[in-house]
């Protein structure tokens, strides 16, 4: 499934609370949904290409060489991202993550990132941060950290180099993400997230392999479980390693301290080194839902907005900016899509809800 969007909302059918619309449009307080969540984190897919076909995202069988892909003249400009996300700046919103497919596929990805640390005149402490595979890193890093990005997060799902071939599933070798990560630092990204889908019977084997690398670095490894997300994975239940877990295997080997989260809204867990050598985080979407703390809206390549992860369809704003939308209306566009939110999918996930049509991920990022 790529994107099912629903039309631009019409203002003389779709009419919040006065009160509520009122305080959206007219002053700089957060958008806040039906169950008390700010929006702050705007997730944005440039692309929905990627140079992987990992088997949890997009899968050989179903993206292969006949999968069509967004036609060009569909996919968001520059431009058009920009103006969203100024909108949602203005709105409350202090993180922009860019995702995919895989981001620096975006050709010119580095003029974007410029564009949006503009926004950094009116939010100062607008935080961009962007999600890759690593593949192309090295060449781009020094680029991208001029252009003023703030954080990296890397997908690396094993150090085993045969596992990490067969998870990335286009035999690209694990030694070139770790190049990556070293070329990053050097460039000045010295926090950087380095996230680990587990998976059951693939890479579960290697979790302390990957806390011992990473241990005593400056680099955050967080440990992931595997979701239901899109409806191409093939995902089971029994294939999920619990958080849980995941902190009783590392913890007994490498004891653990709980820490605070370092953020509102933060979606990992946070447990630091005992002995003083940095932490790990766990991200327990399917064992510990943390809907009820969910800040993140989603844009997907598209232009549709989407308020979960595991949304069944979006609500078109591309349709919204190309016909001369006015800033005023674009704000009164993600009020209304805000404002009723009360997405809470993985507090409610079953056998039912797992296998009903979800917007790819891949789409509109992770």
Known sequence: MKSTVIPIFDARRNVLPAQNLHAAMNNDDPLIDKRGRAMRDLRISVTDRCNFRCTYCMPKDVFDNSYQYLPHQEVLTFEEIARIAKVAVSLGVRKLRLTGGEPLMRKGIETLITMLAALRADAADLDITLTTNGAA?????????????????????????????????????????????ETAAAAGFTDTKINMVVKRGVNDSHIIDMARYFKGTPNIVRFIEYMDVGATNGWRMDDVIASADIVQQI????????????????????WKYADGQGEIGVISSVTEAFCASCTRARLSTDGALYTCLFAQRGTDLKTLLRSGADDATLRHALATIWIPRDDNYSEIRTAETTTRAKVEMSFIGG
């Open 251 to 270: 913890n007994a080997v490498f004891p653990l301290v709980a820490a605070h989260a370092s953020h509102q809204g933060e979606v990992a867990t946070r």
């Open 137 to 181: 890193l090295a060449a781009k890093a020094v680029a991208l950290k001029a252009a003023g990005l703030n954080r990296l997060t890397i997908s690396l799902d094993s150090l085993d180099d045969a596992t990490f071939r067969a998870m990335n599933d286009v035999n690209f070798p694990v030694a070139n993400v770790l190049k990556a990560i």
